[in-house]
């Protein structure tokens, strides 16, 4: 259901000055939980990163759907689309 492999993203828009790169991944630790690891920042920047764990799959995927949606509208919040990176 989840994403296991990492998702990445990156928005580019040098008029605006928008260099920006994001990454989800999500695992199960030793207990069997779920763990999401999210980073992100300025591309060439350390950035920051977050790790949530969660019980149960389906909590941790509509964690993730939050996410991604999120990302879908950073046209509006900064002006470029985030895109997966090549």
């Known amino acids: 259901m989840l994403p296991y ?4 993203l990156v928005a580019r828009n040098p008029r605006r000055g928008v260099a920006r790169r994001w990454r989800m991944q999500a695992m199960r630790d030793l207990f069997g939980r779920v763990v999401v690891e999210t ?12 790790v949530r764990s969660f019980a149960g799959e389906e909590e941790a995927a509509r964690y993730v759907r939050a996410l991604l949606a999120r990302r ?3 046209r509006a919040r900064i002006g470029a689309d985030y895109v997966a990176e090549r």
């Not at 492999?5 to 990445?8: I, Q």
């Not at 980073?39 to 977050?50: E, K």
């Open 5 to 8: 492999d990492p998702v990445e």
């Open 39 to 50: 980073a992100w920042g300025r591309i060439g920047a350390p950035g920051r990163t977050l």
């Open 72 to 74: 879908a509208g950073a």
